[in-house]
C-alpha cells in the first residue's frame, strides 16, 4: 500500500521558527506528538498536547542531554516495516509505537565553528541523536516521512495542507533524499572541521 497515514510523529527540532503552523496542521489532523526537551516545552506552549518521548522509552534524557532519543523503543518505532509480520509482531511484543513522520533540525555545527567557538562547545554541537533519526527514518521511507531540516518544514506543510495527513511513496522518497543529502553535508562539515585540527 504506497498511501500511508500519518498517526504519530516524532519532533526533535534546533530551529523552532516556521514549525507552528504545522504542528496546529498535525494536531488538527488528531496525529500525536512525541518530543523532548526544548521543542517539547515549545509545543505546549502553543496548547498543543504532546507526549514526552522519555513517557515512551521510561528513560530520561541523560549525560546533559548527549541521550534522549536513542532507543529502541524509538528506533523500533520508525524502522519497523509495516507490511513485515515479523516486525510487527516484535513492535507488538515490546509495546513499540509505530512512528510515521520525524521532524529534525540538527544543531548548528558549522554557525557554531563559523562564531570562533571553543573546541569543547563545537564537539557537543555534533549531533548524534538527529542525525541517527534522519538516517533511521530515511532508510524506512516506505512507511515513514522524515523531514531533516528547516528547509523542509514548507514542502511538509504543503503536503500536509494538500493531502491531509497521508504521504504517497513518492513523496515519502523525495524527503528521504533531502535527508541523505543533509546527513551528507552535515558529516562533511564535521569532517573538515576535525582535518583542520590536525
Known sequence: METKKIKRALVSVFHKDGLEEILRTLNAEGVELLSTGGTQTFIESLGIPCRKVEDVTTYPSILGGRVKTLHPKVFGGILGRRENEG?????????????????????????????????????????????SLIRAAAKNFRDVIIVPSKAEYKPLLDLLKKQGAQSELADRQWFATRAFATSSHYDTAIHNWFESQK
Not at 513492535?91 to 573546541?119: H, K, N, R
Open 87 to 131: 516486525d510487527l509482531k516484535q513492535m507488538q511484543q515490546y509495546d513499540i509505537p509505530e512512528i510515521d513522520l520525524v521532524i529534525v533540525d540538527l544543531y548548528p555545527f558549522e554557525d557554531t565553528v563559523a562564531a570562533g567557538a571553543s573546541q569543547a562547545d563545537i564537539i557537543e554541537k555534533i549531533d548524534i541523536g538527529g542525525i
